[in-house]
């Protein structure tokens, strides 16, 4: 089964959202555990979108995963935008 827009795989904590990317999308991989979404080795990039309350822990986990960050935003409160690539 074709994967939507190359994303193999999402990292949420909220399993109610996931359940909703796993029906919608069932060729991408879902996890609750950011850190296995980092290592995975089908994983090209990553796109950090989350509050800002909660940015700062999940881009330093990219970073210390080996990802560089190639774009950033911040979005309408309390959102913040960044893609990540490995180095």
Known sequence: MA???GVVMVS??????LAQVRERYPAIRTTTDAT??????????VV???????HFDLAMAALRAG???????TLP?????EVWLPR
């Open 3 to 5: 994967r939507a827009n």
């Open 12 to 17: 949420e904590l909220r399993e109610e959202r």
């Open 36 to 45: 296995a979404l980092l290592a995975d080795p089908e994983v090209d990039a």
């Open 48 to 54: 950090v979108a989350t509050p800002v309350s909660t």
């Open 67 to 73: 990802y560089r960050r190639v774009y950033g935003d």
């Open 77 to 81: 409160p309390p959102l913040h935008v």
